[in-house]
Nanobody
Framework: VQLQACGGGLVQAGDSLRLSCELS????????MGWFRETPGKEREFVAT????????LLADSVKDRFTISRDNTKNTVYLQMNNLKPEDTAVYYC????????????????WGQGTLVTVSS
């Protein structure tokens, strides 16, 4: 299984971005999916996760009013819609997959994507 993330870039505060992550080598419907982010000197942190079917999701408090996670299992893809971006959202964003579980947790990820950089200027 491989995860390919894309959609990062340089934006201004208040702008929006949509990250995508495609899973190959398996059926995404078998994996809980999620997004994490990492900045230099800080530990990787949870951003969002979505259940196998997409019926439920969970977002970090810092983003829950601005970000949305969704998935399209027909495309083996999970998305992170990021609105009203803030400079503190600047990070490398990683998608993650966990086989057979309800949600993804940092300690139990089975597969990581390569990361996509999001830079938000003030």
């Amino acid at each position: 299984v491989q995860l390919q993330a894309c959609g990062g870039g340089l934006v201004q505060a208040g702008d929006s971005l949509r990250l995508s992550c495609e899973l190959s080598g398996g059926a995404s419907s078998k994996y809980a999916m999620g997004w994490f982010r990492e900045t230099p000197g800080k530990e990787r942190e949870f951003v969002a996760t979505i259940t196998l079917s997409g019926s439920n999701s969970l977002l970090a408090d810092s983003v829950k009013d601005r970000f949305t996670i969704s998935r399209d299992n027909t495309k083996n893809t999970v998305y992170l819609q990021m609105n009203n971006l803030k400079p503190e959202d600047t990070a490398v964003y990683y998608c993650a997959a966990e086989w057979g579980n309800t949600v993804v947790t940092l300690s139990s990820v089975d597969y990581w994507g390569q990361g996509t950089l999001v830079t938000v200027s003030s």
